[in-house]
C-alpha cells in the first residue's frame, strides 16, 4: 500500500462483506499524573478518591485505609484543595494549567513528529487520574488505527506512586482491547543529556534576569515515604543524580545547590530535606537570596504554581529571606519539545514507522 492516508487491513482471505479496519498507524501517548475537572467539591472528591485509592500511591490496607478516606480525608480534603486549584485555575479554558500545559506539549510534539513522520503517527495525551483517561485515549487510539503505541510517562524519574501506576493502567487498558496494539514504554530520562541541559538552559535564563545570584538553588522533588527508597524504589537516587549533573553542568559550587523534598503527606518520614522547612533553615543560616526548580514534573501544577510559588515562598521569606525566585518548569519551552522529541524518535527506532504495511 502506497497511500500514506490510509492504514484499511486488506487480506485475499477477507470475505467480502468484511468491515475494513483502520491499521498500521503508531499513537504515542503522553501521560501526566491528573486533574480534577473543577475546584469545586464534587469534582475535586472524585479526582481525591481516584488518587488515593491508588494502592500505589498510598499503600496501606484497604480495610485500614478507607475507612479513614471516604470518612475523614474526603469530608474536609476537597474544601482545601479546591481553595489551592481555585488560586492557579485557567478561568479562561476552566481547567487546570497541568491540562492547559500538557494539551499544549502535546500540540507542539504533533509539529515536530510531524514533519518527519507525517500522518503515519499520532501524538495524543492523557492522565493517569480524572480526564481525559488513560483506558479512553488507548481506545481512541486503536479506532484510529494505530497497531502501535508508544506510551510516554511525562515523569523523568521512576518512582512507583507515578511511573508504575501510569504503566499499570496502561496495560490495564490494553487488556480490554480484542486486537491489543503492539506497545512501548519510554524509560525514565533524568540523567539524558538534552534534559540535564535543558534544566540548564532554564537556571541560566533566570540568572540572567537577576540583579544578583542566589546564594542557593533549591532542587526541589516531589516527595515519597521514606520506606519506598528502603523498598528499593529508585527515585531518591535518580533525582540526586540529577541534581549532580545539573551542578556539572552549570559548574556550581556544592554549597551553592541543593536537593530537596516537598508534598509531604501521612504521618510516616518521607524522603528528606522537607523543602518547605528546608528553606527557612536556609534563610535563618543567612541565605537571603534563593532560587527554587522543580525538575521532577514536566509541566508546572499544583504543587508548583500553588506549593512552591506560595506555601514554600511564605515559609522562606517568614524566616527572614528577602528574595525567592521560582524557575518554571520546562513545560512546552523549545528545549523541552526538543527534549521529548529525541525521546520519542529513540523509542520509535525498529518498528519501521514509515515503512507501509502491505496489504
Not at 272 to 293: D, F, Q, S, W
Amino acid at each position: 500500500m502506497t497511500d500514506s492516508k490510509r492504514h484499511p487491513l486488506k487480506s485475499p482471505f477477507k470475505p467480502n462483506d468484511h468491515p475494513e479496519l483502520p491499521y498500521g498507524k503508531t499513537g504515542v501517548l503522553l501521560s501526566n499524573l491528573g486533574t480534577p475537572d473543577h475546584y469545586s467539591y464534587w469534582p475535586m472528591r472524585r479526582y481525591l478518591n481516584e488518587f488515593l485509592s491508588d494502592r500505589r500511591v498510598i499503600d496501606y490496607s484497604p480495610w485500614k485505609w478507607q475507612p479513614l478516606l471516604q470518612l475523614v480525608i474526603l469530608s474536609k480534603r476537597p474544601f482545601s484543595s479546591g481553595e489551592a486549584y481555585k488560586s492557579i485555575w485557567n478561568e479562561e479554558l476552566n481547567e487546570s494549567p497541568l491540562l492547559t500545559i500538557t494539551r499544549k506539549q502535546a500540540e507542539a510534539l504533533a509539529e515536530m513528529i510531524g514533519k518527519k513522520y507525517g500522518n503515519h503517527v499520532m501524538i495524543d495525551f492523557c492522565m493517569r487520574y480524572g480526564n481525559p483517561s488513560i483506558r479512553s485515549k488507548v481506545r481512541n487510539l486503536v479506532e484510529a488505527g494505530c497497531s502501535r503505541i508508544l506510551f510516554f510517562p511525562l515523569y523523568p524519574h521512576y518512582a512507583g506512586a507515578t511511573s508504575a501506576t501510569a504503566n499499570d493502567e496502561f496495560f490495564r487498558a490494553l487488556m480490554k482491547e480484542t486486537w491489543q496494539p503492539t506497545a512501548r514504554v519510554v524509560e525514565p530520562y533524568f540523567e539524558h543529556p538534552l534534559y540535564i541541559e535543558a534544566l540548564s538552559n532554564s537556571v541560566e535564563k533566570a540568572y540572567a534576569n537577576m540583579r544578583e545570584r542566589p546564594d542557593m538553588l533549591v532542587v526541589s522533588y516531589h516527595g515519597m515515604p521514606k520506606r519506598y527508597l528502603m523498598q528499593g524504589d529508585p527515585y531518591h537516587c535518580q533525582c540526586q543524580k540529577t541534581t549532580r549533573l545539573i551542578r556539572e553542568r552549570l559548574k556550581l559550587d556544592d554549597d551553592s545547590i541543593t536537593s530537596t523534598f516537598q508534598s509531604v503527606f501521612g504521618p510516616e518520614e518521607w524522603l528528606r530535606p522537607y523543602t518547605v522547612e528546608h528553606v527557612a533553615e536556609l534563610a535563618r543560616r543567612g541565605k537571603r537570596k534563593i532560587a527554587v526548580m522543580a525538575p521532577a514534573f514536566s509541566s508546572d501544577c499544583i504543587e508548583t504554581l500553588e506549593e512552591i510559588n506560595e506555601e514554600i515562598r511564605e515559609s522562606f521569606e517568614a524566616a527572614g529571606g528577602r528574595e525567592f525566585t521560582y524557575i518554571p518548569c520546562l513545560n512546552d519551552s523549545e528545549d523541552h519539545i526538543r527534549v521529548l522529541t529525541s525521546l520519542i524518535e529513540e523509542n520509535l527506532q525498529g518498528w519501521n514507522v514509515l515503512q507501509s504495511r502491505a496489504d
